[in-house]
């Protein structure tokens, strides 16, 4: 194999020439490895918005280093130069380079790891695992996003939308008692000792255990059939109108009211778990990203975790 088809093969890059390759010193006195590389013939002078061929303008600002996947726990690095191009539509404008995205110091395969990595796991522990920063990491996934939203249609075998929502910067954690775990659980998740104080309960507290009771009989209603369902929520409703505890009058009225979609429910088999699930999600988001700056860059996350959007691992 020749050198040059193995290092793109190694650093996931395509479409450019390998001219050579040194281990060197950077500012902070670390070893890297960098390769001097250039765009092959047919990916030269073009324009970094559109891709267009374009006519030469200058060298820009000189040469430019571009981070790239770590060949073992070595560091590294492609080094290119950077001209400027002038594309009819956009004006003077630097060259796009076919290894990364524009506007960026890492290669398309560097930032699709990273990006995959963030969606995986905690952002801090992604960034000391590709040693690279926060901030540049938000700027990766940002990029990431915007250029796969361009590509994937995510409405594509759309069935059925589901809208909840959610503040940023505003998360009230609602928080249980312990001592509520009982009473919420499922019965036959129920552990002895929780066992045990369901039965106190039924002695000491008869509207609390008539309320669990109630509980119970939701919840069986939509783990019933659509016609048992049916007859367990009237029985439900009735039940609530003529229970004489407060909390439980109002939800039956509540009930009452979205009769007929809960019967959709039952009957389709529709539910808004999976919305809930996102919005559990993004609340998990925003409270352990402190350093999202923006609404933006929350969204670009929300995108690359739950909306399609992370890419795949490099050569995977
Ligand atoms: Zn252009």
Known sequence: MRKS???????????????????????????????????????????????????????????RRWRALDLG???????????????????????????ARPGSRFTRSFEDQAAWLCAAMNTT???????????????????????????????????????????????????LADTRWAVLKKPGDLTTGQRTTIAALAAINSPLYKAYLMKEQLREIYRSGPDRGKVLLAGLISWCA??????????????????????????????????????THLRALTKRAYGFHSPGALIAMASLTRGGLCPPLPGR
């Open 73 to 99: 726990a070595m560091r590294c690095f492609l080094e290119a130069g950077a001209p400027r191009v002038a594309c009819p539509a956009h004006g003077v404008v630097v060259a796009a380079v076919p290894w």
């Open 125 to 175: 522990r992604a960034a000391e695992l590709l040693r690279t920063t926060w901030r540049s990491l938000q700027a990766i996934i940002t990029r990431v996003v915007a250029d796969l939203a361009g590509k994937t249609d995510r409405l594509a075998g759309l069935r059925r939308i589901g809208i909840d929502e959610i503040s940023y910067r505003n998360t009230g954690a609602a928080e």
């Open 242 to 279: 003529r229970c004489r505890i407060p909390e439980f009058v109002a939800p039956g009225r509540t009930l009452r009211r979205f009769r007929d979609l809960i019967w959709n429910t039952l009957e389709t088999g529709t539910t808004n778990a999976k919305t809930e699930a996102t919005n």
């Open 5 to 63: 088809k193995l290092w793109k093969k190694l650093l996931g890059v395509e479409y450019l020439v390998f001219e050579d390759g040194d281990i060197v010193t950077d500012r902070a006195s670390q070893e890297i490895l960098v390769f001097r590389v250039r765009p092959d013939h047919g990916h030269r002078n073009r324009c970094s918005r559109c891709g267009r061929r374009c006519r030469y303008h200058d060298s820009g600002e000189g040469r």
